[in-house]
Structures are given as structure tokens and as C-alpha cells.
């Protein structure tokens, strides 16, 4: 299996945007889902967003409206855009393709 490889984490104020990004080698001709999760510091993890094959697109209540997930075929790599950021958004990031996770990517909100 072909870890997924999260990026694009950082510090960011609150209202502002950030865009994160999964990586998996091969992961158009594997056709499978890519999810999203994140997991606040010493809290759960939580389902965020979801992404099939097919582009079919799925969203947390927390985050609707707020975050985007898009999936670049030619690049192996789903994309997750988060508007408008609040404090309560703050966590590591994980994407998991075809039941492999990746190590996930910090997203840090504060003034």
C-alpha cells in the first residue's frame, strides 16, 4: 500500500484561508475515496470531508459552506480549501486513500 503524504499546514489568523493537500502515488488508477480528518490536540478524531472518484463530494456540518475538497487526477493529489478559519479549526490533518493514512499536517488558528 502507498502512504498518503499531507501538506500545506501552517499558521494562519482567523478569517483567513488555507489550502491543504494529499498526495497518493497512484492513487487515480487505485479509484478509490479520499477522506479527510483532523484531530485537535488531545481531543478525537473527526470525519471532515470526503472526495469519491467520481468527484462526489461530502462535508461535516462544521465546515460546510467553509471548506472546498477538489481532486487533481493528473497530479494523484486532493486538495482540501478552508475559508474563512476559526479557532475551533485548529488540528492535525489527516487524509486516509484506499485504508492507508498518511501522517497528517497541522493546522494552527490564532491571532
Do not use: H
Not at 483532523?38 to 467520481?54: F, L, M, N
Not at 468527484?55 to 475559508?83: C, H, I, P, W
Amino acid at each position: 500500500q502507498v502512504q498518503p503524504v499531507e501538506s500545506g499546514g501552517g499558521l494562519v489568523q482567523p478569517g483567513e484561508s488555507l489550502t491543504i493537500s494529499c498526495t497518493v502515488p497512484g492513487l487515480t488508477s487505485k479509484n478509490c475515496p479520499v477522506l479527510w480528518y483532523r484531530e485537535p490536540a488531545g481531543e478525537r478524531r473527526d470525519w471532515v470531508s470526503s472526495i469519491s472518484s467520481g468527484g462526489r463530494t461530502e462535508y461535516a456540518d462544521s465546515v460546510k459552506g467553509r471548506f472546498t475538497v477538489s481532486r487533481d487526477k493528473g497530479k494523484d493529489t486532493v486538495y482540501l480549501q478552508m475559508n474563512n478559519l476559526k479557532a475551533e479549526d485548529a488540528a492535525l490533518y489527516l487524509c486516509v486513500a484506499c485504508t492507508s493514512w498518511g501522517q497528517g499536517t497541522q493546522v494552527t488558528v490564532s491571532s
